[in-house]
């Protein structure tokens, strides 16, 4: 793991849309595509703003949600939402999105087509993570029904997630699938956080599923 640590949030979005976009770069000059996973929330916003604006060759890059909300996307929390209005937009409204929902189709139906469909965009290229004061990523939640089967070494791309006590149902990339990312980055704010990361060192994948990418990952940090 790389930690680095910004004196503002502020400072800290713009410098990681640069390292994003930096990474994008790359991998698009080795390839003919790439794939960049984002997650969800009003923390990467800002990112996504400045990064939306960057000159790449989006056409090539096929964005996936890390997880998402079993919800359309008229729905106040839906992730595909979000992304659409702020990363695919500007200069990266032609990058290739595959949004997860669908009405006519269960959950974990459309889990299951989706693993057979987008495996091949496997190895992500560059993925964008958060984490929770509870150290999840994605939507790989301690204690959420499905995390066994989601962090098994032989997970399918896609699997459901189920927290208990909420009706919406998750949707998220398994541990095998986040693991794949060639160049991961971790984005997080507050002090709660930064105790959470140091916490997750010494707990097993089940208890502080950020594990499964952090020994790899550029972790983005600031207290504020």
């Known amino acids: 793991m790389k930690l680095i640590e910004y ?5 800290m979005m713009g410098k990681v849309a640069k390292a994003l976009a930096a990474s994008l770069q790359k991998a698009l000059d080795a390839s003919a595509k790439v794939t960049f996973a984002v997650p969800g929330g009003t923390t990467p916003g800002p990112v996504f703003d400045a990064l939306s604006d ?7 890059v096929h964005v996936l949600l890390t997880d998402e909300r079993w919800v359309p ?5 839906s992730n595909a939402a979000l992304i659409r209005a702020r990363l695919l937009t500007g200069k990266a409204a032609k990058a290739v999105f595959t949004p997860y929902y669908t009405a006519d ?12 469909n987008l495996s091949a965009l496997q190895p992500i290229d560059v993925m964008l993570l958060g984490m929770g004061a509870d150290m999840h990523t994605a939507s790989l939640f301690p204690g959420a029904a499905g995390l066994e089967e989601a962090m098994a070494t032989d997970a399918p791309m896609f699997l459901p997630v189920r927290m208990a006590g909420q009706a919406v149902m998750r949707f998220s990339l398994t541990a095998p699938a986040l693991r794949s990312a060639l160049d ?9 956080k930064r105790a959470a990361l140091e916490r997750a060192a010494s707990l097993s994948e089940a208890l502080a599923p950020v594990n499964t990418v952090l020994p790899n990952a550029t972790v983005h940090w600031s207290a504020s």
């Open 7 to 11: 004196p503002s949030a502020p400072q």
């Open 105 to 116: 189709s269960e959950i974990d139906a459309a889990a299951a087509a989706l693993s057979d």
């Open 73 to 77: 996307e008229t729905h106040a929390q």
């Open 184 to 192: 991961t980055h971790l984005l997080i704010t507050g002090t709660d």
């Open 54 to 60: 960057i000159d790449l060759d989006w056409s090539r």
